[in-house]
């Protein structure tokens, strides 16, 4: 069992379609046929959406991601038309909303590794492998990796939780020229954002893209390079053989699967609440991450 602890009724806005309700975003459609896309500050994890919500956690994901499309635009297209909120729209939709273009999406999360953690570290104690990719004897809890790799996975509906796939699987399911594009993308894309992050002190362990097409432009959406989608480390703490210091949402996972939270993962029950010092401890890695990556003040 997993899913929303409470799943939230989506807000009115006259001239707006609601479309759906994710872990974080809400998706609404305009009378023109833009997407709204509306960043909450809901968190998950676990496969579960908790009960608490991190302030300032949907502005830190839509204006991190606004500062990436823009130094990424050159190697991929972005979904972003706008950052003007829809006529109507509550106050509080400010920075945390943005305009696309409504995209063709495909059916594949586009996960990007430099370094060993994770599932991928899971994988590969049983196998050697990460999604059928055979990699050296020896690696260990955040070991960095010969060179980058895609490995993928199939989506999952909320409360289901996203299945890791062979590149084979993902050419059979969008064919092999888009599967070739896919991966060329997100290699480029996780590369130009390991580069920007090395610049700044992090370490961009992991990463995962949605893309989209427009015809036939391939074009990246959703969010990118972001605590949600991304591991991010900083690098002067880097020590493979041991979980590695965050500025993501890996504080959340750790409480929750640690005793003080009383909480059995694989349990029946829903997470619980998240203390008030868990809150403030994530809301500050999340805008650190913004601050020492793009080099602003977050206000």
């Not at 949907?58 to 003007?84: I, K, P, Y």
């Not at 999406?105 to 370094?115: D, F, K, T």
């Not at 999340?286 to 977050?298: D, M, N, P």
Request: charged share 25%; proline share 8%.
């Amino acid at each position: 069992m997993s899913g929303f602890v409470e799943k939230p009724e989506p807000v009115e806005v006259p001239g707006l379609v609601h479309l759906h309700t994710g872990k974080v975003r809400d998706l609404y459609r305009t009378e023109s046929g833009e997407l709204v896309m509306v960043a909450s500050d809901r968190m998950s994890a676990y496969d579960w959406v908790l009960p608490t919500e991190i302030p300032d956690k949907g502005r830190v994901l839509t204006q991190l991601s606004l500062w990436w499309f823009e130094r990424l635009a050159d190697l991929v297209s972005h979904h972003v038309l706008t950052t003007e909120l829809p006529p109507g729209a509550p106050a509080d939709w400010a920075g945390r909303t943005l305009i696309c273009r409504s995209l063709e999406m495909l059916p594949v999360e586009c996960v990007a590794r430099g370094y060993l953690t994770g599932s991928g570290l899971a994988e590969y104690r049983q196998t050697r492998t990460v999604c059928g990719l055979a990699l050296p004897e020896g690696l260990t809890d955040g070991s960095e990796l010969p060179s980058p790799i895609f490995t993928p996975a199939a989506k999952a509906e909320v409360g289901e939780h996203d299945e890791n796939v062979s590149y084979e699987e993902v050419a059979r399911a969008v064919g092999a020229e888009t599967a070739h594009r896919l991966r060329q993308a997100t290699l480029a894309v996780y590369s130009r954002g390991r580069e920007i992050a090395r610049e700044r002190g992090i370490i961009l362990a992991d990463t995962k893209f949605e893309f989209g097409f427009d015809g036939e432009d391939l074009v990246l959406a959703d969010e990118v390079l972001t605590p949600d989608s991304s591991r991010f480390w900083p690098a002067d703490q880097w020590q493979p053989g041991r979980p590695q210091p965050s500025f993501d949402k890996q504080y959340v996972r750790d409480w929750l699967s640690s005793p003080e939270s009383g909480w059995d993962r694989h349990g029946q029950l829903p997470p619980p609440e998240l203390p008030p010092a868990v809150v403030e401890q994530t809301r500050a890695r999340y805008i650190e991450a913004y601050e020492r990556i793009t080099g602003l003040h977050w206000a």
